[in-house]
């Protein structure tokens, strides 16, 4: 069975401050991907990152980085000097690789940043 | 990343009509199709997997018979709610996958509004 947990419902920042999401997962496959999708309020979801299992590598792409910990079951998402359109839905999700493509969703975070 | 185009945006039907929505892959071949629904502040739940040419699989909870899922061809998934009622109304989205264990690209997502 694989589960997600993103234990943040809602976070509130005020501009350029930075922000961490926190994920958190369960799987029983050893191959397996993590996602992040931004979901605004008009719900498309926004692709942000795929990791694989075996790539522990922390990324960062401009404002946004991750941070893989395989010893803690996290991947968690920070926002530096977060600004008022990162104001979305975010979710991580989990695809094990006998999942075929099925994607398991957090419950989401909700990001307020204000002015 | 691959275009999937979901269609209608938006529908507002009566209670007890059916409603049909279209998911197309635009430029690849998706041999494998996702129905999600997302109820209001709520994560994605997948409802039914897809693959061309055969039966939908249905996650449990999920009436096959209400929510019918037809893919007939490798770029167009279609999902009919049939006898709709205002519980259903809801956020509905599709994803789209070339192959097993493929990059699975989202639809824009169906506000669907039941009166």
């Known amino acids: 069975a694989q589960k997600v947990t993103q234990a943040q419902t809602e976070i509130s920042v005020v501009e350029k401050e930075d922000v961490t999401l926190d994920c958190v997962y369960e799987?029983?496959?050893?191959?397996?991907?993590l996602f992040w999708y931004k979901q605004p309020p008009s719900g498309e979801l926004v692709f942000l990152i795929r990791r694989n299992s075996f790539d522990e590598q922390n990324e960062i792409s401009g404002r946004y980085s991750w941070n893989f910990q395989k010893s803690t079951s996290s991947f968690n998402f920070t926002i530096t000097a977060s600004q008022v359109v990162d104001s979305a839905v975010y979710f991580c999700a989990l695809k094990g690789v006998n999942a075929g493509n099925m994607l398991t969703f957090g419950g989401g975070t909700r990001l307020m940043v204000k002015p | 990343g691959a275009v999937v185009s979901q269609h209608p945006s938006r529908v507002i039907c009566k209670s007890g009509t059916s409603v049909k929505i279209e998911c197309r892959s635009l430029?690849?071949?998706?041999?494998?199709m996702f129905w999600y629904r997302q109820f209001p502040k709520q994560s994605l739940m997948l409802m039914a997997t897809s693959n061309e040419g055969s039966k939908a699989t249905y996650e449990q909870g999920v009436e096959k018979d209400k929510f019918l899922i037809n893919h007939a061809s490798l770029t167009l998934s279609t999902l009919t709610v049939t006898s709709a009622h205002p519980e259903d109304s809801s956020f509905y989205i599709c994803s789209a996958a070339q192959g097993v264990n493929t990059e699975a690209f989202f639809g824009q997502g169906t506000r669907l509004t039941v009166v």
């Open positions: 430029d690849f071949q998706a041999t494998t």
């Open positions: 799987t029983r496959d050893t191959t397996y991907y």
